[in-house]
Nanobody, 120 residues
Framework: VQLQASGGGLVQAGDSLRLSCAVS????????MAWFRQAPGKERDFVAS????????YYGQSVVGRFTVSRDNAKNTVYLQMDNLNPEDTAVYYC??????????????WGQGTLVTVSS
């Protein structure tokens, strides 16, 4: 299973950005999907997850109300809509796929990451 994240870039505080993650080489609808991020000098943190059929989502506390995760199983793609960005959101964002229960985020596959930089 291969994951290809895209959509990162340089934005200003308060702007919006949408990340995409295209999945190939597997049965996309089988997998729960998640987004993580890693800021410079920090550990990789959980951002959001979505169940395999898209019915359930879960968010990290720092992004609740600002970020929205969604998926299109017909396009084998998961999205992360990020609104009202602030400089603390600056990080490399990774998409991930995992099997099993959606609330048990035990990653099976990682994407390569896309850089989001938010200027003040």
């Amino acid at each position: 299973v291969q994951l290809q994240a895209s959509g990162g870039g340089l934005v200003q505080a308060g702007d919006s950005l949408r990340l995409s993650c295209a999945v190939s080489g597997g049965t996309f609808s089988r997998y729960n999907m998640a987004w993580f991020r890693q800021a410079p000098g920090k550990e990789r943190d959980f951002v959001a997850s979505i169940s395999s059929k898209g019915g359930r989502t879960y968010y990290g506390q720092s992004v609740v109300g600002r970020f929205t995760v969604s998926r299109d199983n017909a396009k084998n793609t998961v999205y992360l809509q990020m609104d009202n960005l602030n400089p603390e959101d600056t990080a490399v964002y990774y998409c991930a796929a995992y099997d099993g229960n959606y609330y048990d985020v035990d990653v099976d596959y990682w994407g390569q990451g896309t850089l989001v930089t938010v200027s003040s």
